[in-house]
């Protein structure tokens, strides 16, 4: 049987689709009230990477005083009275029993002896600070003149200052080197600042940074609040020696209290000294008062407030002006008091 059925053609059209009418949406767009503005991001003090930059401490003016004067007439006064009893002590002494007498003039020699040492030392102490301020100033007329020779200066004097520090050798090599080379004054003055100040700021912000961690953690354990302040002001004395004998200062007991009082006066002047809910809320802003505790939040706000201590201390303990090297902020240690609540890597 044979299929009589033979190939056609079809032709295939292609399936027209009808588009579902598109529905106009009845609501209209609404525009917000004129009197909302809208806070850039670079304004937001909390989606800001950085805090707002602390004021640059400045040594308090050395005036004149009445009270300075009251002070010195009494300490004189009290002098003479004291060698007047030693006197008659002695001539006492003699007149009992002679060897008694000599045993009070050895006493009272060694006594004086130990005290012009002492005054020597404070003497010395005060002039070291002294110098550093002296060298400071003379540091910034110099970058504001072209010629070589007061930038110069500045550097014999900085090296002559910072020569018993082995980890400033070689930059004193380095600027040694340049003595023949003819350079400007400002470009001097950075070249030194570069080669002397940065291993000594890199130790100064680790001495910053483990007061502030120390007292973080102290702060945030401690039952009492007048354990607090003890530990705090221990921490605060220490961390202004440090940084003064990191910088050639090395002040005596009198050079340190001048010193600690000039921190503590820049930081009132400021306002600095006043945390309250200023810091607390730069600090906590940034969504991490929900994960701190009381005691927790307390212990950061006081490492903060030690590292704003320890910045102001930097600043007058430098020889030389930050202009070359970046200023130290107090945004540079919130990632290592708080590296898990804030996100930030640990360095």
Request: hydrophobic share 45%; aromatic share 4%.
């Amino acid at each position: 049987m044979t299929d009589d059925r033979k190939p056609r053609a079809f032709s295939v059209e292609e399936p027209t689709t009808i588009a579902a009418p598109v529905k106009a949406d009845p609501r209209v767009p609404q525009s917000f009230a004129d009197d909302v503005v809208l806070t850039p991001d670079e304004d937001d003090p909390f989606l800001s990477e950085s805090l707002p930059p602390m004021p640059l401490a400045e040594p308090r003016r050395r005036r004149f005083s009445f009270g300075k004067l009251a002070l010195g007439a009494f300490s004189l006064l009290l002098s003479l009275a004291f060698g007047l009893w030693a006197d008659n002590l002695i001539r006492d002494l003699f007149v009992r029993y002679e060897t008694l007498g000599y045993v009070a003039t050895a006493a009272l020699a060694l006594g004086l002896l130990g005290l012009a040492v002492v005054v020597a030392r404070e003497v010395v102490g005060m002039m070291r600070l002294s110098a550093v301020q002296s060298l400071k100033d003379e540091a910034e007329k110099a970058m504001t003149e072209r010629r070589p020779e007061p930038a110069r200066a500045v550097v014999t004097k900085l090296s002559g200052l910072l020569s018993a520090r082995a980890d400033t050798a070689r930059g004193r090599a380095r600027l040694k080197e340049t003595e023949e080379d003819i350079i400007d004054g400002p470009h001097l003055i950075h070249l030194a600042e570069r080669e002397l100040m940065t291993p000594l700021d890199r130790q100064a912000r680790a001495l910053i940074l483990n007061a502030s961690k120390r007292v973080s953690v102290v702060t945030a354990v401690s039952p009492r609040a007048i354990v607090d302040l003890a530990y705090v002001l221990f921490e605060v004395m220490r961390l202004v020696r440090a940084m003064a004998d990191l910088y050639g200062g090395r002040p005596g007991s009198l050079g340190l209290l001048r010193l600690t009082r000039d921190v503590i006066a820049h930081l009132a002047v400021t306002g600095s000294i006043a945390v309250g809910d200023g810091l607390a809320q730069q600090v906590l802003g940034h969504g991490l008062a929900s994960k701190l505790s009381a005691r927790l939040g307390e212990g950061v706000i006081n490492g903060l407030m030690t590292a704003r201590i320890g910045i102001a201390a930097m600043d007058l303990c430098r020889p030389l002006p930050f202009s070359a090297l970046k200023r130290p902020g107090i945004g540079d240690f919130i990632g290592d008091l708080t590296p898990k609540l804030s996100g930030e890597p640990k360095t």
